[in-house]
């Protein structure tokens, strides 16, 4: 069965840095695209990147270009996300996420929280 398991959340102070990881199994990971999604108190969850299976190709959401990015280690099964530069609203919690026909699956999540 698909398997999703998020890492490296956790508490740090506006402008710094973390590195999520999200472990997969269960399928093929090397012929399918990986996102990140993210979900604050509220709001909906939304996209905040995804990579293509060859990690040849990656969209980003206008509020974390140039800050955040998303890569993958085919070999390891697995998909990071580097976020640098974290401003209070990048609090959430943040979801790896994958479609393996023909449904979604995501991760437990991982919680990030900046704050001073």
């Known amino acids: 069965q698909v398997q999703l398991v998020e890492s490296g959340g956790g508490l740090v102070q506006p402008g710094g840095s973390l590195r999520l990881s999200c472990a997969a199994s269960g399928f093929t990971f090397s012929s399918y695209a990986m996102s990140w999604y993210r979900q604050a108190p509220g709001k909906e969850r939304e996209l905040v990147a995804r990579i293509s299976s060859a990690g040849s190709s990656t969209t980003y959401a206008d509020s974390v270009k140039g800050r955040f990015t998303i890569s993958r280690e085919n070999a390891k099964n697995t998909v990071y996300l580097r976020m640098n530069s974290l401003k209070p609203e990048d609090t959430a919690v943040y979801y790896c996420?994958?479609?393996?026909?023909?449904?979604?699956?995501w991760g437990q999540g991982t919680q990030v929280t900046v704050s001073s």
């Open positions: 996420n994958t479609f393996y026909g023909p449904r979604n699956y």
